[in-house]
């Protein structure tokens, strides 16, 4: 085993579900403060809208990138649906409670 193989097992998944409490949902603002705050974490992330999401939805459980603010759009994430953030990296736990309050704040 090299240090490259030791590297690939410390990396994580963090998941975290919450239902999303921001009055506007994740769009116009909130999408793109969203999407700034996952962007200046190493860490890949995603979100989904679970397939219990109050409204239509094209692709429940489709994942989409925490960086793109068109891509979190396309989710139509409203106030009261429940997602799913998802982060792969060292700084996955950071992230994802960053984005957590963001979307669901206290």
């Known amino acids: ?17 919450l239902v999303v409490t921001e009055k506007a949902g994740l769009h116009a603002r909130p999408a793109a403060l969203f999407a700034q705050t996952a962007a200046r974490y190493e860490a890949e ?12 939805t094209p ?10 603010v068109l891509s979190l759009m396309t989710l139509n994430i409203r106030c009261g649906d429940e997602i799913i953030i998802r982060a792969r990296g060292a700084d996955g736990p950071d992230v ?3 984005l957590a309050a963001i979307a669901a704040p206290a």
């Open 96 to 98: 994802v409670d960053a």
């Open 1 to 17: 085993m090299n240090m490259y193989d030791l590297k690939e097992q410390d990396i994580s998944t963090v998941e975290r579900r």
């Open 59 to 68: 692709d429940p459980g489709r994942e989409v990138s925490a960086r793109s």
């Open 45 to 56: 992330v995603t979100v989904a809208r679970t397939a219990a999401a109050a409204g239509p």
